[in-house]
């Protein structure tokens, strides 16, 4: 190639190097690129070329897949191609549920610890983290107990900005006055999230695809994994549930973002109904069925039945399951965001649950096997927190996150 033959402007991703990219990226975190968005990961990709003083996308995915060099540049375009999209006490019904009925709950279930951990994973620049902190706090329930607030993103970038803890105007979208004066300070530069919640919060990079660095956050009281799904393709998410199965205390819950579910997913937690939203929770017993509202997810339309003798009552259930969930994601399409919104999924959740418990009763038996209770984790140090990571204090620098593509 000619360096310089080619402005990156004009620098064109063909079918075939978006192809072998799309694939690379899908291997590192789990992201999905359909291809009607080849010309937007071409936009986006191309300030990398510029950057790097490259003037084909051939020559750039050539990069991507060379050692060790690939590696650190798949991080640069992940960066490039997610969306990063977050603000303080976003989906707040749902922070509301989190404050007046899951917290009690685990509060009564960590009482003997003292202690209770909040994972926020995928937490793009930190305003979930901090809207966590704030919940936690305030709690007369939590009156005594070591508090923590795990932050991770695979974005160092992101991460930068949320250590940073310095906001503006666009963060508080949906903050009310008395929750900014209580728990922000103004500098010259935006607003600074209280030394008091700063204190709780710790930040790490994490790709949830590794899982074998997750065990760094220790077992964990509640997961909020809130619009990260909905960019992954249906393998990477049971991938990216099974660890938060795993990293979760039994009795620990989930937490996902309003047009996400389980669905498809994962059997192995049951739903928790709360006044405004629902929730999952990784059952207390080592049994995923005990509880009398499972979450158990259909096979997807045309995947052949891995079992004999899945019979036509589960097919039945599983295409009112389909049908169940064709029409939620179709009101949350038009509804979204809105008060309606919530009660309608409410009630479509509460219809899928139905549907799925009617072929769990079949199936339950034959499908599970019980998992073993897991052993006491042994309690972590005050203040221990991710590799990399450190409390989300002072720093300087970084920039906020920005919509982008990726989903
Ligand atoms: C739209 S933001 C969501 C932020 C916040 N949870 C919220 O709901 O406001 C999605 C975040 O997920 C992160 N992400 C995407 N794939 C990831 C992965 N495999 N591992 C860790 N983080 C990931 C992105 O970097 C991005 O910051």
Known sequence: MTRGSHLPEEAHLGPEDFRVLRDLINAYCGLELPPDQRASVERRLRERLAILGIDEFGEYVRLLRSDPLGRAEIEEAV?????????????????????DEIIPLLAKQAASRKRLTVWSAGCSTGEEVYSIATLLLESPELHGYELLVYGSDISKRCLAH?????????????TTTEQKKRWFVERPDGWLVADRVRQ???????????AERAPAVGRVDAIFCRNVLIYLD?????????????????GGVLLLG????????????????????????????GFGFASPRPMRAARPSGEPSERPGAGPSLRDSQSSLRDS?????????????????????????????????????????????????PAPAKPKEPGSHPPGSSPGRGGDGGSGGGGKVGG
Not at 79 to 99: G, H, K, P, V, W
Not at 200 to 210: A, D, P, S, T, V
Not at 261 to 270: D, G, P
Not at 325 to 349: F, V
């Open 258 to 285: 309003h047009s996400e579910s389980l669905i498809n997913v994962s059997t192995a937690f049951e739903l928790l109904h709360l006044r405004e939203d629902l929730a999952y929770r990784r059952p207390v017993s």
């Open 325 to 373: 969930q064709t029409s939620l994601r179709d009101s949350q399409t038009s509804l979204r965001d809105s008060g309606t919104l919530r009660d309608s999924r409410t009630r479509l959740l509460e219809r899928l649950a139905r549907a799925e418990e009617k072929s769990d009763r079949a199936e339950a038996t034959r499908l599970r096997t019980p998992e073993p209770f």
């Open 162 to 174: 949320a250590r940073r803890a310095t906001y503006g105007l666009s963060a508080f979208r949906a």
């Open 234 to 250: 249906g393998r990477s998410r049971k991938r990216v549930i099974d660890l938060f199965h795993e990293r979760l205390y039994p």
């Open 200 to 210: 709780i919060c710790h930040f790490g990079q994490l790709n949830l695809l590794e």
């Open 79 to 99: 960066d490039c191609l997610t969306t990063n999209e977050t603000y303080f006490f976003r989906e707040s019904y749902q922070l509301r549920a989190f404050r």
